[in-house]
């Protein structure tokens, strides 16, 4: 067995399972017992997610890299409950199924308010729509803290970003997405224009995934598994 000294693990941890229950190339630890600040939980046989990308099959690592960018996508935009640490220590490969992640220490989550998710929904589904500077304006909107002397310097330099993704296309092989987010809070920075520490975590947690995605499948394509989640989100948005 394994001890968690996260006072949150244990509840975090009994949600996660549920919501992944039925998702089997997702696996979180069983909790045994807990009390205040200790979590007994059961002992995973895997090994680093690293040894898998340097020895895992072809196969198995594209896998692996759909079933992590699918469990973010259903923390975000289905489930609201977000693991708040996603690093590689926190993300192994089951020894007996391959193809199958487990995801450790749940005691920080993020869960982000509606104004956020209406942040993130526009600025993913603008790479669809190519809506590059209509995101921006909204960004720009929507910021709690917003004393941007010049909006449209703003819009024009954070469009350039957005424009970089979309040339590319979304492969986690072909894009920077680190350089990209460090050109992302720096123009936000430049220009006084504040996110809350839920949304740029989210951000964080993005980033790592990127990193983890790109060892494992050059060419998995984020969009083609996001579109159903935005498109689910744009009709529910509709019908409001």
């Not at 909790?31 to 099959?57: K, N, Q, R, W, Y």
């Not at 600025?123 to 590059?132: P, T, W």
């Not at 720096?186 to 740029?200: A, D, I, N």
């Not at 996001?226 to 989100?233: D, E, G, M």
Request: charged fraction near 20%; proline fraction near 4%; aromatic fraction near 6%.
């Amino acid at each position: 067995a394994v001890v968690s000294t996260q006072s949150t693990g244990h509840e975090n941890l009994a949600t996660f399972r549920r919501n992944f229950k039925g998702h089997g190339n997702i696996r979180f630890p069983e909790p045994f017992l807990s009390s205040s600040d200790v979590i007994i939980e059961s002992f995973e046989e895997s090994i680093p997610i690293s040894v898998a990308i340097l020895h895992g099959t072809t196969e198995d690592k594209r896998a692996l890299a759909k079933s992590g960018i699918r469990m973010f996508l259903k923390m975000v935009f289905h489930d609201n409950l977000i693991h708040g640490d996603l690093h590689p220590g926190n993300l192994l490969v089951s020894r007996d199924s391959p193809d199958q992640l487990v995801v450790l220490d749940v005691g920080m989550t993020t869960t982000l308010q509606d104004h956020q998710k209406e942040m993130l929904y526009p600025l993913i589904r603008s790479f669809i729509k190519h809506e590059y500077e209509e995101v921006c304006w909204r960004l720009l909107r929507d910021a709690p803290s917003n004393d941007c002397a010049n909006p449209a310097q703003f819009v024009r330099e954070m469009s350039d970003v957005v424009r970089e993704v979309a040339s590319t296309r979304i492969m986690l092989g072909q894009l920077d997405v680190s350089g990209l987010i460090v050109r992302f809070l720096s123009t936000l920075q430049r220009h006084k224009v504040q996110l809350e520490s839920g949304f740029v975590s989210t951000i964080v947690s993005v980033l790592v995934l990127e990193g983890v995605g790109r060892s494992l499948d050059p060419e998995l394509d984020i969009l083609k598994e996001a579109a159903p989640y935005l498109l689910t989100q744009v009709a529910t948005n509709s019908g409001q």
